[in-house]
């Protein structure tokens, strides 16, 4: 589980990018969402790269999550944060190694 400061005991996995971003993170009604759909929402419709209308079922289901807050955040601006720690988290040996 993740983060390491969980209370639930951590398991780690090393997997490949495509797999990753395949990973299902949460769910909005029958939309299963991945790491994938939540970067492609914040980029191409919530304005990360530029604002777009929300079209294919993800993004719709993402758009009506958008009143729930987390933290002071949309639910899927809140997974962002927490898929960008992941991916700090495991480049951290990657970047020890280049450091040397």
């Known amino acids: 589980m993740y983060p390491p400061s969980s209370r639930t005991p951590n398991v780690f996995k090393d997997v490949k990018i495509d797999e990753f971003l395949s990973t299902p993170i949460m769910k909005i009604r029958s939309e299963i969402l ?6 492609k929402y914040e980029a191409h419709v919530k ?3 530029h604002v777009g209308n929300a079209k ?3 993004e719709l289901a993402l758009n009506s999550s958008s009143v729930f807050i987390v933290g002071n955040f949309r639910v899927s601006l809140r997974q962002l944060i927490a898929i960008g720690k992941v991916t700090l ?3 951290k040996p990657l970047y ?3 450091a040397k």
């Open 34 to 39: 991945t790491v994938k759909d939540i970067i």
């Open 47 to 49: 304005g990360g790269v």
């Open 56 to 58: 294919r079922p993800t």
């Open 89 to 91: 988290d495991a480049l």
């Open 96 to 98: 020890r190694k280049l």
